[in-house]
């Protein structure tokens, strides 16, 4: 299985900062169709998780441009450019490229 | 409005059984993938099960392997989720999730529904 390894796995940021998530999978999620299926939810406290970004670095509708995602291969990383309080929850990185589909562990982003 | 609805949840004792229900609205069902992602209490996310559009292709989980089946009715936009041999490890919310293309051998998750709680205990 592909494993997903985020870091860090607890972010505190002052608002108006911004803030970076690693991800790093195991094996190159790169498809034999030539897409890289590399996605970022975020799971807000009580909800289910809400895609930001999907292939790497597209934003989803509605998705803030302060919210963007790079990489390839096998590293990726998301970035807030400045951290709002309704940031606030747990960032899953995850892979559909091979199946079993797998996350990160996921990262939790609070408010210092 | 994409809609993901699950129901079907409950307390159930080990070695029992459980079916799970999906009802989607908003989209062309049959003209997509879909899946079932658990959350163990207080965990992470882990992919279960998927099923193609026309259900010719299924996958699954090693940790589920034998005891769930995925099935759907694209007449009636429902998902199902049969859950047997049920097990304490087993107990988590239960996600129907949506994906972009039409088969399951990728993951383009991009909805998901609120969850169906699983609790196995006696």
């Known amino acids: 299985d592909v494993v997903m390894t985020q870091s860090p796995l607890s972010l505190s940021v002052t608002l108006g900062q911004p803030a970076s998530i690693s991800c790093r999978s195991s094996?190159?999620?790169?498809?034999?169709?030539?897409?890289?299926?590399f996605n970022w939810f975020l799971q807000r406290p009580g909800q289910s998780p809400r895609r930001l970004i999907y292939?790497?670095?597209n934003r989803d509708s509605g998705v803030p441009d302060r919210f963007s995602g790079s990489g390839s291969g096998t590293d990726f990383t998301l970035k807030i450019s400045r951290v709002e309080a309704e940031d606030v929850g747990i960032y899953y990185c995850?892979?559909?490229?091979?199946?079993?589909?797998?996350f990160g562990q996921g990262t939790k982003l609070e408010i210092k | 409005e994409v809609q993901l609805v699950e129901s079907g949840g409950g307390l159930v004792q080990p070695g029992r059984s459980l079916r799970l229900s999906c009802a989607a609205s908003?989209?062309?069902?049959?003209?997509?993938?879909m899946h079932w992602v658990r959350q163990a209490p207080g965990k992470g996310l882990e992919w279960v099960l998927g099923?193609?559009?026309?259900?010719?292709?299924?996958i699954y989980a090693d940790s589920v392997k034998g005891r769930f089946t995925i099935t759907r009715d694209n007449a009636k936009n429902s998902l199902y989720l049969q859950m047997n041999s049920l097990t304490a490890e087993d107990t988590a919310l239960y996600y129907c999730?949506?994906?972009?293309?039409?088969?399951?051998?990728?993951?383009?998750?991009?909805?998901w529904g609120h969850g169906s709680l699983v609790s196995v205990s006696s």
């Open positions: 094996y190159s999620l790169v498809h034999t169709d030539g897409y890289i299926y």
């Open positions: 995850m892979q559909g490229t091979h199946w079993p589909y797998t």
């Open positions: 908003g989209f062309i069902f049959d003209d997509y993938a």
């Open positions: 099923i193609s559009w026309n259900s010719n292709s299924v």
């Open positions: 999730v949506k994906s972009k293309d039409l088969e399951c051998l990728l993951a383009d998750f991009d909805y």
């Open positions: 292939k790497v670095s």
